[in-house]
């Protein structure tokens, strides 16, 4: 590792930990729910199983290879296999964020919800960052047949809810990520305010121009 290389995986260390501290401290995730990753140019780094992402040591956070072995650190979180799929099919994606965040879970339980966008277009700013938010059916934690169920919608799509579980959501930056994972519980808390009442979203002219203004793909 060249000393570039090895200044660039410890800034990413720090920030995994300062971006993880600001989620624990502002209640979008608790106890030793959710995890968080960044890719680097010679594997990734994953929060490890069992912590606190309001009190990690940037120096035990797990290094992977992408063959799923444990390079370095910490054992990983037993969710590894969620991100790794996600970044396999998503090239462009530099970070994911996993959270168990209140409004976002909530939603996720909610029965009869459209599988294809399960939280309706309600905000420009929602659809600039997540764009259709496709509703994965429930696996228990840890089955690997979820790594499947986000291969299948990973490469259209960079932020998935998971039911009664939570938000994974990728970015090109790990600031995108957590960008993106606080648009989205914002959002879901709006849902979750306006069920039962008349509500206007945006309709398909004005997800068009944004589409185009601002080059996004779903």
Known sequence: MNISTHSEE?????????KSRSLYDRGLTAGSSGNVSVRLDDGWLLTPTNAC???????????????????????????AFLHRSMYEERGMAGAIVHLHSTYSAAVSC????????????????????????????????????????????????????LSNHGPVVSGSTLEAAVYASEELEETAKLFLLLRNTPTNCLNSDQIAELKSVFKLEF
């Open 10 to 18: 410890n800034r990413q260390r720090e920030n995994i930990v300062a």
């Open 53 to 79: 992402l309001g009190d990690l040591d940037p120096a035990r956070l797990a290094k992977m290879d992408w063959e799923g072995k444990l390079l370095s650190g910490d054992p990983p979180s037993k969710e």
């Open 110 to 161: 909610i029965g009869g919800l459209d599988a294809e966008s399960c939280i309706p277009p309600l905000t420009a700013y929602f659809v600039m960052k997540i764009g259709k938010l496709p509703l994965i059916p429930y696996y228990r934690p840890g089955d690997p047949l979820l790594g499947q169920a986000i291969r299948s919608l990973a490469t259209k799509h960079s932020a998935l809810l």
